[in-house]
Nanobody
């Protein structure tokens, strides 16, 4: 059994910052790509940022220069540092990871989501 648990969401003011964390736990053999997605009300879930096991990153155009994804492989944790937040960043943010378990089963796992809400 593998779980992804996100934390760090909340209310944010114009131009503010937040850091999201996502820790993977359970019967993990290896974690490959990890990423963050978000879903705003009435919209489809979209990619925000992804990072490979080697540290290569890619970002949605809408967050480039404002968000930074990073990971601590020793802690099975991925982070999303969000700065210069805008109202359109309001969404539920989901962590995602490609994980091979101890039984050598490869699957894509999702966290439960953490809400980021813009407060004026």
């Amino acid at each position: 059994q593998v779980q992804l648990v996100e934390s760090g969401g909340g209310l944010v003011q114009p131009g503010g910052s937040l850091r999201l964390s996502c820790a993977a736990s359970g019967s993990i053999f290896r974690i490959y790509g990890m990423g963050w997605y978000r879903q705003a009300p009435g919209k489809q879930r979209e990619l925000v940022a992804r990072i490979t096991s080697g540290g290569s990153t890619n970002y949605a155009d809408s967050v480039k220069g404002r968000f930074t994804i990073s990971r601590e492989n020793a802690k099975n944790t991925v982070y999303l540092q969000m700065s210069s937040l805008k109202p359109e960043d309001t969404a539920v943010y989901y962590c995602n990871a490609d994980i091979t378990t101890m039984t050598y089963t490869a699957s894509k796992y999702w966290g439960q989501g953490t809400q980021v809400t813009f407060s004026s």
